[in-house]
Structures are given as structure tokens and as C-alpha cells.
């Protein structure tokens, strides 16, 4: 299982943050996710894992700096 | 003999201390050091409803003060420095910010930059909507105001520390009858008067920690201009701050929005970017990803090395605790660095508290010098502060010597025999506490990038050319820690900023380059006028901008723009309203913006400067001025020539590939000049035009002079 907003969502072997969130279809153009502490951006979002049990925050990174 | 120790009584003036009504003491305070004449000028409505307070009511008096020939270092210059209506209000997120503002030793025109601590409200709440000071002291001299006792007081120091950092805890100590918490500091060091990159560090008293703490007015050379007049420090001296202390039309209103705004900040930033936990240090590994961390000059934006210095490695050197530079903020993103012992300088040895390093420090002294070693980041910006230097300023200006260096423009005959190659960090610091002392080479570099164009063109023999394409300076003013080659928006971010290339006025690289949501010049131009305008907004009130977009609603995303995150700029409004009692819509603030940054851009004209070409930015902003640069992302380049620009670049070699990417980065640039002056309001020279001064009622006779005489009536 992996924890998202608060939700439950089934974990799969080899799931990357991409995969995620299709699943999720969320408009919203994420370009940065929090995967427990660590921060993956973009452009690897295919290439990153998520581990099971993981805790993911979507980050809307928009205006910043 | 003065009750204070190493302090010579010079005058004193009792006065009365004016009530605040809805975010007023409708009074400033202007010193004139050079006859200690201290005097109090009335606030009327026009100037409050003209100007709103913090940068408004400094640009007011700057105005008045200065002629258009005015240098920096006249007597006649002004340092102001204001709070705003809503400055002092506790507990509401961000509502401590003092701004400054004065003529720059390095853009020789207006420059201003907004800080943290205590002082704007301390002042306010003392009975001064701004404090202006003019003149030059032959002695070190020491500005007390005193809200409690209310009385001012003007002090020869002597033999105080020249130091910021011990200075203002001995001060603080002094003052502070027993109750630090009443003090704050304004102060600068030694590096401030040997240079024109000094900084002022406004501090803030950590009662948990017990110690005294400091945030930096950087930018552009205000430190230098206070210590070129004799100043040593400014102490203000008040009591408990509570949300009645600004008198605001409606304080129910101001708990309610206030207890909103600080709950979702503590439900929102742990699942957010954590400011409250790493402050803005996650942005490091985030640039890094993005080919957006400036490296070795803004060369580059990407080096593998970038998370040594990155949150993950400040996550655990920071000290543990509340780090709000404001009370009651619970962004609280101002953590310091507890028993840190630097290797070099005068406090080799000994154990000091670092307050830092942010984003911007990280970048500027550690990825852009070739360092990636986080605890040389947190020494240079320990020097940088204790010394009064901006780490900004110093970072770029570094990091154009050591590319410098590098390319041979200069040599070790220049540099007093020191390397500056990219990543030598104990020549790093070494040339910084050079800037302290106003010794060898840093005596150079200590006069900002433009200056060192000039000296390593005329006297070491360097290529102008390359050096303006390499110098990452715009107006005189170093750029901050961005890459801005992939974002033309960003490009006039920078460049179209009224007092330089710093990102307090806008920051599109995320909105343009990553999310594309401003394809054309019009979209870009839009956003060119909005976001600067709410951003000098939050200037204009005593606010900080990060609690509105750096952690947003949940619910933000499905708002038609969510990039202006309109559920807070609603909330600001209701929070304007309450303090000031006067009832807006969130499109008004939009126009007070924009009446004092017409006026400031016609204040630059005035200067001398404030037109078309005065918003240059050198090419290492716009695109890859070398074969190497081009080659490192080849890809990128080759794909925009021959899809964007529709060029067969079959069989061209890189050298032709480069001219041609630069002829048309360039026509875009000046593109989006002409379609953001447009928007503006403004010529295509980049003057506001006699409609859009009359809009804004602006239309002041002396304003109509400064337009009559760059031909615009
Ligand atoms: S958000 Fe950070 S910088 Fe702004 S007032 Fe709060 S603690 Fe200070």
C-alpha cells in the first residue's frame, strides 16, 4: 500500500512515480512529487520506483522562488 | 558620559508618540547625521492612498531627497526604510517585513530590498511610518529610537565591533534593559565599507535560543551607502506587539484570516516544500533536475554533485526548532546553523551561529563557484553576513572571476598570485575576507561585475566582448541564483525588473519552461505585468511573499489560474481591509502596484536611466554563449534550430549553429521588450506614457518634468 492525500492506494511491483499518477488522472501538471522525504522531479518521474509503504505528496510547484 | 558603554552621547529629543490608527502612525522620521537635526514629517491621506507605506513611502522620500545628479555617496542621498500598514500584525503569517531603500553604489539608481526582523514594526509602532536618513558623519555614529521612553538619540560609537555579527548582540545587550526582545539592529561590517556589495542585517531576537538573529537586506549596496555615511547601527526599542498594536479597522476579521492562513500553512508545508523544516534549501536538487542550478557562472545548470548541498544534507545540519523571523510565522523558514566552527578568518576556532543558508546563498557561493561542499557554503555565508556583504552579489561577482580566471582574461599576476578556479573554496574565502579588509584582489571584486568589466578590459587586457556576454550583471545589479537560458519570461524577469536582475518580481521559469503556460509574447507580457505587481504589492504593505504561493491550497488546482493562488490574494485583501478599513477588491491591489512601479521606473529616468536599453541582460541569460555550452546541450539547441526556427542545420558546424541560435534569442528578447512595455502602459522606449501616469495619478508636476525631458508630454 501506498499513502496519497491521505488515500490508500494499492502498491505494484515496479510502479514509478509516471505510472502513479496515470493512475490517478489528475489534471494538475505536478512537476515535482515528495516520496517520504525525498523529492523526485519530472523529468524523472518514469525512472523513479516507489517503494512499497511509501508516503507521496503531490507538489504543486508552480511560482516559487 | 552617556548610560551606554563605548557610546557618546551627541543629542536627544524627547517626543510624543502618535497613536497608530488602522496601520498608521501617519509620521516619518527623518535624521540628517551630517547636523544631527532630527525632524517628523506629517503622513498626509494623498501620500497614504498615493503610495500605501513600505517601498511606497520610501520611494516618496527618496524622491524628495535626491537631484538627478545625486551619487550614491552624496550626503543628500537617503537611506528610507518603512514598514507597511500591515506590518506588526503577529501571528498572521509573514507581516514582518521592513523594506529599504536608497541610490546604489552599483546601479547607480534606485535600489530597494526587503528584509526580515523586527525593525519596521519596532519603528512603526515607536510613531514612523518610514525612517529617512541623509547626510555623513565624519564619526561613527549610532541612531537610537526608543518607542518606550520616546526619545531619539544620536550616539558617536566608539570602538564598538566593526563586525555585524558581534555588534548587534552587544547592542541588543545594551538596549535591551534586561528584555532583548525589544531590540532590534540594524547594522552592517568591515566588508560594506570596503566594497559596493554591502548588506544590511536586520536582527530579531530568538527567545528560545536566546541569542540574537539576522536577515539581510541584500541586495545592490544599501550596506555600503550606510556605512560610506558613518553609520554604525540603528536600534529600535519597543514592547509587546499584540494584534491591537496596529489599531486595524477590524480585528475580527484580521484573527479570523489570520487563524485560516496559519492552520493551512501547518496542515500544508510537511506535505509541501517543508519550509518550516529545510526553509528553501529543497529548491537545490529541484534546479538541479530542471538543468536550472546556475553552475560555474551560469554556464551550466545541472552538476552531478548538487545534493551535497541540497536539503537532504541541510535537513541535518540545521538546528532543530521554531526559525520564524517574524512572530508567530508558521512558515518559520529561517533556520540557522548552531556551533559551526569556520576554518578561516577571524573566527577560526571558535564556535559561531550561522543564521542560513537559503536557496539563494547555496547557489550563489556553492554551485555557481564550483563548490559543493555544504559546510564552505555555510562559511562563506557566516563572512558574508558577520562582514556586511550580500552572498549574492559576492557569489556572481566570484563566479565571473573564476570563470575569468579560467578562460585566461585574467592570471595570477591580477589576483595577487591566488587561483580562482572554479571550486578552489579556500581561495573562495580568502578573497572574501580580502573584501573585508579592502585588501588585494578583493578590493576589486568587492566593486560588483560592472565595475570589474571595466578594470579587466581597460587595465588587464581582457576581451570586452567576452566579458559582457559573461558578466552576469543587468543594470549593475548581480543576477540571483537562476537559470534563465530555456525561459524567455524569466529572461525579462530579470531584465525587465525595475532595480535588476533579482526574482523578487517575478519568477515564471516553472510556469514557461516546465509548464508552457505562456506560449506567445501576449501570454508572457501578462504575466510580466500581473505577477510583478502583486509581488511589489507585499512590498508595499510590510508583507513577506512567500506564505502566498510558496505553499498553496489543496483545492488551488482547480481555480482558473492557479498560478496566482487567488484563494490567499483574496485573503490579503480581506486582511488590507480589516487593517486599513478601506474596502478592496482583489483587483485593486493590482493598481496600487502599479502606481508606485510606474513611479519607480520614471524615478529611474530621472537618474538617468529607465529606458529600452537600459533593460539589457547579457547573453549567458539568454543562450549558450560558448562552443562548449552549446555542445553540452547539443540536443536542445540543435532541436530548437531546426524546429522552432526551421533551419537546415545539416552540415553547419557549431560555431555557425551558435551565431545563429544567438540572432534569434536576441530578436526575442526584444520581442517580449516590446510586448511587456505595451502591457505596461509604457513607450516602446520603456517610458510610462502621460495616459498611463495620469491612470495611476501620478501625473505630479516634477513627474511630468522628469517625462517632458526624455520627450514624452
Ligand atoms: S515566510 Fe520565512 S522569511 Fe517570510 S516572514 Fe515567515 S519566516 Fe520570515
Given at each position: 500500500?501506498?499513502?496519497?492525500?491521505?488515500?490508500?492506494?494499492?502498491?505494484?511491483?515496479?510502479?514509478?512515480?509516471?505510472?502513479?499518477?496515470?493512475?490517478?488522472?489528475?489534471?494538475?501538471?505536478?512537476?515535482?512529487?515528495?516520496?517520504?522525504?525525498?523529492?523526485?522531479?519530472?523529468?524523472?518521474?518514469?525512472?523513479?520506483?516507489?517503494?512499497?509503504?511509501?508516503?507521496?505528496?503531490?507538489?504543486?510547484?508552480?511560482?516559487?522562488? | 558620559?552617556?548610560?551606554?558603554?563605548?557610546?557618546?552621547?551627541?543629542?536627544?529629543?524627547?517626543?510624543?508618540?502618535?497613536?497608530?490608527?488602522?496601520?498608521?502612525?501617519?509620521?516619518?522620521?527623518?535624521?540628517?547625521?551630517?547636523?544631527l537635526d532630527i525632524s517628523f514629517k506629517q503622513v498626509t491621506e494623498e501620500i497614504k492612498s498615493t503610495f500605501v507605506g513600505g517601498k511606497g513611502f520610501d520611494l516618496w522620500l527618496l524622491w524628495n531627497a535626491v537631484k538627478k545628479t545625486t551619487k550614491?555617496?552624496?550626503?543628500?542621498?537617503?537611506?528610507?526604510?518603512?514598514?507597511?500598514?500591515?506590518?506588526?500584525?503577529?501571528?498572521?503569517?509573514?507581516?514582518?517585513?521592513?523594506?529599504?531603500?536608497?541610490?546604489?553604489?552599483?546601479?547607480?539608481?534606485?535600489?530597494?530590498?526587503?528584509?526580515?526582523?523586527?525593525?519596521?514594526?519596532?519603528?512603526?509602532?515607536?510613531?514612523?511610518?518610514?525612517?529617512?536618513?541623509?547626510?555623513?558623519?565624519?564619526?561613527?555614529?549610532?541612531?537610537?529610537?526608543?518607542?518606550?521612553?520616546?526619545?531619539?538619540?544620536?550616539?558617536?560609537?566608539?570602538?564598538?565591533?566593526?563586525?555585524?555579527?558581534?555588534?548587534?548582540?552587544?547592542?541588543?545587550?545594551?538596549?535591551?534593559?534586561?528584555?532583548?526582545?525589544?531590540?532590534?539592529?540594524?547594522?552592517?561590517?568591515?566588508?560594506?565599507?570596503?566594497?559596493?556589495?554591502?548588506?544590511?542585517?536586520?536582527?530579531?531576537?530568538?527567545?528560545?535560543?536566546?541569542?540574537?538573529?539576522?536577515?539581510?537586506?541584500?541586495?545592490?549596496?544599501?550596506?555600503?551607502?550606510?556605512?560610506?555615511?558613518?553609520?554604525?547601527?540603528?536600534?529600535?526599542?519597543?514592547d509587546d506587539v499584540t494584534l491591537s498594536s496596529n489599531n486595524p479597522a477590524d480585528v475580527d476579521l484580521i484573527k479570523d484570516v489570520g487563524k485560516k492562513y496559519s492552520r493551512e500553512i501547518v496542515e500544508l508545508d510537511p506535505k509541501q516544500n517543508e519550509?518550516?523544516?529545510?526553509?528553501?534549501?529543497?529548491?537545490?536538487?529541484?534546479?538541479?533536475?530542471?538543468?536550472?542550478?546556475?553552475?560555474?557562472?551560469?554556464?551550466?545548470?545541472?552538476?552531478?554533485?548538487?545534493?551535497?548541498?541540497?536539503?537532504?544534507?541541510?535537513?541535518?545540519?540545521?538546528?532543530?526548532?521554531?526559525?520564524?523571523?517574524?512572530?508567530?510565522?508558521?512558515?518559520?523558514?529561517?533556520?540557522?546553523?548552531?556551533?559551526?566552527?569556520?576554518?578561516?578568518?577571524?573566527?577560526?576556532?571558535?564556535?559561531?551561529?550561522?543564521?542560513?543558508?537559503?536557496?539563494?546563498?547555496?547557489?550563489?557561493?556553492?554551485?555557481?563557484?564550483?563548490?559543493?561542499?555544504?559546510?564552505?557554503?555555510?562559511?562563506?555565508?557566516?563572512?558574508?553576513?558577520?562582514?556586511?556583504?550580500?552572498?549574492?552579489?559576492?557569489?556572481?561577482?566570484?563566479?565571473?572571476?573564476?570563470?575569468?580566471?579560467?578562460?585566461?582574461?585574467?592570471?595570477?599576476?591580477?589576483?595577487?598570485?591566488?587561483?580562482?578556479?572554479?571550486?578552489?573554496?579556500?581561495?573562495?574565502?580568502?578573497?572574501?575576507?580580502?573584501?573585508?579588509?579592502?585588501?588585494?584582489?578583493?578590493?576589486?571584486?568587492?566593486?560588483?561585475?560592472?565595475?570589474?568589466?571595466?578594470?579587466?578590459?581597460?587595465?588587464?587586457?581582457?576581451?570586452?566582448?567576452?566579458?559582457?556576454?559573461?558578466?552576469?550583471?543587468?543594470?549593475?545589479?548581480?543576477?540571483?541564483?537562476?537559470?534563465?537560458?530555456?525561459?524567455?519570461?524569466?529572461?525579462?524577469?530579470?531584465?525587465?525588473?525595475?532595480?535588476?536582475?533579482?526574482?523578487?518580481?517575478?519568477?515564471?521559469?516553472?510556469?514557461?519552461?516546465?509548464?508552457?503556460?505562456?506560449?506567445?509574447?501576449?501570454?508572457?507580457?501578462?504575466?510580466?505585468?500581473?505577477?510583478?505587481?502583486?509581488?511589489?504589492?507585499?512590498?508595499?504593505?510590510?508583507?513577506?511573499?512567500?506564505?502566498?504561493?510558496?505553499?498553496?491550497?489543496?483545492?488551488?488546482?482547480?481555480?482558473?489560474?492557479?498560478?496566482?493562488?487567488?484563494?490567499?490574494?483574496?485573503?490579503?485583501?480581506?486582511?488590507?481591509?480589516?487593517?486599513?478599513?478601506?474596502?478592496?477588491?482583489?483587483?485593486?491591489?493590482?493598481?496600487?502596484?502599479?502606481?508606485?512601479?510606474?513611479?519607480?521606473?520614471?524615478?529611474?529616468?530621472?537618474?538617468?536611466?529607465?529606458?529600452?536599453?537600459?533593460?539589457?541582460?547579457?547573453?549567458?541569460?539568454?543562450?549558450?554563449?560558448?562552443?562548449?555550452?552549446?555542445?553540452?546541450?547539443?540536443?536542445?539547441?540543435?532541436?530548437?534550430?531546426?524546429?522552432?526556427?526551421?533551419?537546415?542545420?545539416?552540415?553547419?558546424?557549431?560555431?555557425?549553429?551558435?551565431?545563429?541560435?544567438?540572432?534569434?534569442?536576441?530578436?526575442?528578447?526584444?520581442?517580449?521588450?516590446?510586448?511587456?512595455?505595451?502591457?505596461?502602459?509604457?513607450?516602446?522606449?520603456?517610458?510610462?506614457?502621460?495616459?498611463?501616469?495620469?491612470?495611476?495619478?501620478?501625473?505630479?508636476?516634477?513627474?511630468?518634468?522628469?517625462?517632458?525631458?526624455?520627450?514624452?508630454?
Amino acid at each position: 500500500m501506498i499513502k496519497i492525500k491521505e488515500k490508500s492506494i494499492q502498491w505494484r511491483e515496479g510502479m514509478t512515480v509516471a505510472d502513479l499518477l496515470k493512475d490517478l488522472d489528475d489534471p494538475q501538471h505536478y512537476a515535482v512529487v515528495k516520496i517520504n522525504d525525498k523529492y523526485i522531479s519530472r523529468p524523472d518521474f518514469k525512472k523513479t520506483m516507489i517503494p512499497d509503504n511509501s508516503e507521496i505528496f503531490l507538489i504543486p510547484m508552480i511560482a516559487g522562488g | 558620559m552617556a548610560e551606554y558603554e563605548n557610546l557618546r552621547e551627541l543629542k536627544t529629543i524627547s517626543y510624543k508618540r502618535p497613536t497608530i490608527k488602522k496601520g498608521y502612525a501617519n509620521q516619518f522620521l527623518c535624521i540628517d547625521i551630517s547636523d544631527l537635526d532630527i525632524s517628523f514629517k506629517q503622513v498626509t491621506e494623498e501620500i497614504k492612498s498615493t503610495f500605501v507605506g513600505g517601498k511606497g513611502f520610501d520611494l516618496w522620500l527618496l524622491w524628495n531627497a535626491v537631484k538627478k545628479t545625486t551619487k550614491w555617496n552624496d550626503p543628500e542621498n537617503a537611506i528610507c526604510i518603512a514598514s507597511g500598514p500591515m506590518g506588526g500584525t503577529p501571528t498572521f503569517p509573514g507581516s514582518g517585513k521592513s523594506i529599504v531603500a536608497t541610490i546604489s553604489p552599483t546601479t547607480e539608481s534606485v535600489m530597494d530590498s526587503n528584509v526580515g526582523g523586527y525593525f519596521g514594526p519596532y519603528l512603526k509602532f515607536s510613531g514612523f511610518d518610514a525612517l529617512e536618513i541623509k547626510g555623513k558623519s565624519s564619526k561613527d555614529v549610532l541612531i537610537f529610537i526608543d518607542g518606550i521612553d520616546q526619545k531619539i538619540q544620536i550616539f558617536e560609537a566608539v570602538e564598538l565591533s566593526e563586525e555585524s555579527y558581534d555588534l548587534s548582540a552587544i547592542l541588543t545587550e545594551q538596549f535591551g534593559k534586561g528584555k532583548p526582545r525589544n531590540i532590534s539592529v540594524v547594522s552592517t561590517g568591515p566588508g560594506a565599507k570596503h566594497t559596493l556589495i554591502g548588506c544590511l542585517n536586520f536582527t530579531w531576537y530568538d527567545s528560545k535560543r536566546k541569542r540574537v538573529r539576522y536577515k539581510q537586506a541584500g541586495r545592490g549596496g544599501i550596506g555600503s551607502v550606510f556605512a560610506d555615511k558613518g553609520i554604525k547601527a540603528i536600534v529600535a526599542r519597543w514592547d509587546d506587539v499584540t494584534l491591537s498594536s496596529n489599531n486595524p479597522a477590524d480585528v475580527d476579521l484580521i484573527k479570523d484570516v489570520g487563524k485560516k492562513y496559519s492552520r493551512e500553512i501547518v496542515e500544508l508545508d510537511p506535505k509541501q516544500n517543508e519550509m518550516s523544516r529545510i526553509g528553501t534549501t529543497h529548491l537545490v536538487t529541484i534546479m538541479n533536475d530542471y538543468d536550472l542550478l546556475p553552475t560555474k557562472n551560469f554556464q551550466y545548470g545541472r552538476h552531478p554533485e548538487a545534493a551535497n548541498v541540497g536539503a537532504e544534507v541541510y535537513r541535518r545540519i540545521f538546528d532543530k526548532g521554531y526559525d520564524g523571523c517574524w512572530m508567530g510565522c508558521t512558515v518559520a523558514c529561517a533556520h540557522g546553523v548552531k556551533d559551526f566552527v569556520p576554518l578561516t578568518g577571524p573566527y577560526k576556532g571558535k564556535k559561531v551561529f550561522v543564521d542560513g543558508p537559503e536557496y539563494e546563498t547555496i547557489a550563489g557561493c556553492g554551485s555557481n563557484i564550483g563548490i559543493f561542499d555544504p559546510f564552505t557554503v555555510v562559511e562563506i555565508n557566516f563572512y558574508c553576513d558577520a562582514y556586511g556583504l550580500d552572498t549574492i552579489s559576492v557569489g556572481t561577482s566570484i563566479a565571473f572571476v573564476m570563470e575569468c580566471f579560467e578562460r585566461g582574461l585574467i592570471n595570477e599576476s591580477n589576483t595577487e598570485g591566488m587561483d580562482l578556479s572554479f571550486g578552489n573554496r579556500m581561495n573562495a574565502l580568502e578573497l572574501l575576507h580580502q573584501m573585508a579588509g579592502g585588501e588585494g584582489f578583493g578590493t576589486i571584486v568587492g566593486q560588483g561585475i560592472r565595475k570589474m568589466k571595466t578594470i579587466f578590459a581597460r587595465d588587464y587586457g581582457a576581451d570586452a566582448d567576452i566579458l559582457r556576454d559573461i558578466g552576469m550583471e543587468s543594470k549593475g545589479l548581480e543576477f540571483s541564483e537562476y537559470m534563465t537560458k530555456e525561459s524567455l519570461a524569466q529572461q525579462g524577469g530579470y531584465g525587465l525588473a525595475l532595480k535588476g536582475p533579482q526574482h523578487d518580481e517575478a519568477w515564471l521559469i516553472f510556469l514557461d519552461m516546465v509548464h508552457n503556460f505562456m506560449p506567445t509574447f501576449e501570454q508572457k507580457a501578462e504575466a510580466l505585468h500581473w505577477f510583478p505587481m502583486l509581488r511589489t504589492w507585499f512590498g508595499l504593505c510590510g508583507l513577506c511573499k512567500l506564505p502566498w504561493n510558496d505553499i498553496v491550497p489543496e483545492d488551488n488546482k482547480d481555480t482558473p489560474e492557479p498560478a496566482k493562488v487567488m484563494k490567499h490574494v483574496q485573503w490579503y485583501t480581506d486582511y488590507f481591509s480589516a487593517v486599513t478599513g478601506k474596502q478592496k477588491a482583489p483587483d485593486d491591489l493590482i493598481h496600487m502596484s502599479e502606481t508606485v512601479y510606474n513611479f519607480q521606473r520614471i524615478f529611474n529616468l530621472k537618474m538617468g536611466f529607465g529606458r529600452r536599453e537600459h533593460d539589457t541582460i547579457p547573453y549567458r541569460a539568454v543562450g549558450p554563449v560558448t562552443v562548449v555550452e552549446y555542445e553540452s546541450r547539443q540536443d536542445r539547441y540543435d532541436k530548437q534550430l531546426a524546429e522552432k526556427h526551421k533551419i537546415d542545420i545539416a552540415g553547419k558546424g557549431t560555431d555557425e549553429k551558435l551565431k545563429l541560435l544567438r540572432k534569434f534569442r536576441e530578436e526575442q528578447y526584444e520581442k517580449l521588450k516590446d510586448a511587456v512595455y505595451k502591457r505596461r502602459g509604457w513607450t516602446n522606449d520603456g517610458i510610462p506614457t502621460i495616459n498611463t501616469v495620469k491612470r495611476l495619478n501620478i501625473d505630479f508636476p516634477e513627474v511630468l518634468e522628469v517625462l517632458k525631458e526624455n520627450g514624452i508630454q
